[in-house]
């Protein structure tokens, strides 16, 4: 259990755990005997792994975005690309998993078919291509952060029309400060979206389509690239204002993939693919 926290909690890989253990207490676990271990561990965790898997997708609104991580391909001489792609409900649980592709088929695997709900994430065109497969199944519910993002990234070369959009963006997620802080229910939150939050969303809108056909910026300008991105995801960011129980972005399901992220700057890479699915369970 130690070797597992401290490799998954506290990012130490393997190989440093195993000097540690030699260096200060002139114990030697080689780094073999360690990896045993963990993979022990992934075996003994399946089960509940499954089981927080059934519990997460029953609610029928999910968080989904992916994270690369590399992988040793052996007879490759090099390591490969792969993705942990993580689910989760806000204030619920999290369910990683390991795929060796960035590919709409993965989301087959990890959505099982008689799910049925909302699915909210980033613009990736993977996610679109599996909600037509799944024939009006799935709705994609979008993320207002991406869209923030890109906004933020072209204040420097058009500060005024981006400081614009910021400000509104800042007000709605006042609303939703707001809201979190008093702990409203999912009736109260759709009330006071439509209320406040939808107008602001209208306003947003028509100035995305005026700057849009006025063509005042270049295409692949930051701005262009910016209004392009919004206006793509647009009928998919109004989605929450109807459904009380949805949050405004992916932030949450973000903040999750975090330690993964901060793990791989001290480890690197994963031994190989089959490790990664290890991985994935512990995680």
């Known amino acids: 259990a130690y070797v597992?926290?401290?490799?998954?909690?506290?990012?130490?890989?393997?190989?440093?755990?195993?000097?540690?253990?030699?260096?200060?207490?002139?114990?030697?676990l080689p780094r073999q005997t360690l990896a045993e271990w963990v993979e022990l561990a992934a075996q003994w965790l399946q089960p509940?792994?499954?089981?927080?898997?059934?519990?997460?997708?029953?609610?029928?609104?999910v968080q989904v975005d992916e994270t690369p991580i590399r992988y040793l391909a052996p007879g490759h001489g090099r390591?490969?690309?792969g993705y942990l792609w993580t689910c989760g409900a806000p204030c619920g649980d999290v369910v990683f998993h390991w795929e060796?592709?960035?590919?709409?088929?993965?989301l087959e695997k990890i959505i099982p078919v008689d799910f049925s709900g909302t699915i909210q994430c980033d613009g990736y065109e993977a996610y679109d291509c599996f909600a037509r497969r799944r024939g009006?199944?799935?709705?994609?519910?979008?993320?207002?952060?991406?869209?923030?993002?890109?906004?933020?990234?072209?204040?420097?070369t058009a500060p005024k029309v981006a400081g614009w959009f910021l400000?509104?963006?800042?007000?709605?997620?006042?609303?939703?400060?707001?809201?979190r802080s008093a702990r409203a229910g999912p009736k109260l939150r759709q009330a006071e979206r439509a209320s406040l939050s939808q107008p602001v969303l209208a306003r947003v809108h028509r100035a995305l389509v005026r700057l849009k056909t006025q063509r005042r910026f270049l295409p692949r300008s930051l701005m262009g690239k910016a209004i392009d991105y919004a206006l793509g995801q647009w009928p998919s960011l109004l989605i929450f204002l109807a459904d009380g129980r949805l949050e405004i972005d992916n932030n949450r399901i973000e903040n999750a993939i975090r330690p993964t992220a901060v793990g791989k700057k001290n480890w690197l890479f994963i031994g190989d693919a089959?490790?990664?699915?290890?991985?994935?369970?512990?995680?």
Do not use: M
Request: net charge positive; glycine share 6%.
């Open 79 to 81: 390591t490969k690309l």
């Open 4 to 28: 597992i926290i401290a490799k998954y909690v506290w990012h130490l890989p393997l190989y440093r755990q195993e000097s540690i253990y030699w260096s200060r207490h002139q114990v030697w």
């Open 100 to 106: 060796t592709s960035r590919a709409a088929a993965c």
């Open 167 to 179: 400000k509104h963006f800042q007000n709605l997620y006042a609303l939703e400060a707001k809201l």
């Open 274 to 283: 089959q490790a990664g699915e290890r991985s994935a369970i512990l995680y």
């Open 136 to 156: 009006g199944q799935i709705v994609l519910a979008g993320c207002l952060a991406h869209v923030r993002r890109k906004f933020y990234d072209a204040r420097e």
């Open 48 to 61: 509940i792994y499954q089981q927080i898997q059934q519990g997460l997708l029953s609610r029928g609104y």
